[in-house]
């Protein structure tokens, strides 16, 4: 990412007839950038300038403006992939809203599932279910990984599946 723009203004006389220098940033610069210079220059808002020609003002930016972006960015890794968060969550038994309906949950594998592949048992076809990891223990404790479908359950497994409330019912009803 572009480095941040530090460029002075004269601001009139501060304490002692000292200049303050007046931190501007481009718009192209990223958020940490933005976080860091907010904090080192004890700054409330930032100039937001074009890189074409620095001395125009696109806008500005203030510290809410950076943790709004950031958590929207947080958000959006989740939802992309990073669930980390959200699957520590059910992996601790909750079941995590994820919106429109969706769900994450953790559930012992029930038991007609013992010996088949996850080929075999067709949860996506069959009830909507995506099984995202499998927790299995081993001798040396517990093996987590990202099911293939050819892995096979086994009694003791538990599964961190994503689906709507319906299809949980649906996969409880007829395991």
Avoid at 91 to 98: A, P, T, W
Wanted: glycine letters at 10%; a negative charge; hydrophobic letters at 40%.
């Amino acid at each position: 990412m572009a480095a941040v723009a530090w460029q002075c203004e004269e601001t009139g006389e501060g304490s002692r007839g000292a200049r303050r220098a007046r931190p501007k940033v481009f718009e192209d610069d990223d958020l940490d950038r933005v976080a860091q210079l907010l904090r080192s220059a004890d700054v409330s808002e930032i100039a937001v300038v074009s890189r074409a020609d620095p001395n125009r003002l696109v806008g500005s930016i203030n510290e809410r403006s950076v943790l709004e972006a950031y958590h929207h960015e947080m958000l959006r890794r989740d939802l992309a992939g990073g669930m980390g968060t959200r699957l520590s969550l059910a992996n601790r038994g909750h079941e995590v809203d994820l919106g429109d309906g969706y769900a994450l949950m953790e559930i012992e594998a029930p038991a007609s599932f013992y010996g088949r592949s996850l080929r075999e048992l067709e949860l996506r076809q069959r009830h909507g279910i995506q099984v995202l990891l499998l927790r299995s223990r081993t001798p040396s404790g517990e093996a987590v990984r990202v099911p293939t479908a050819d892995d096979r359950i086994v009694a003791g497994d538990r599964m961190v599946v994503a689906g709507t409330a319906e299809q949980f019912a649906r996969l409880d009803r007829t395991g």
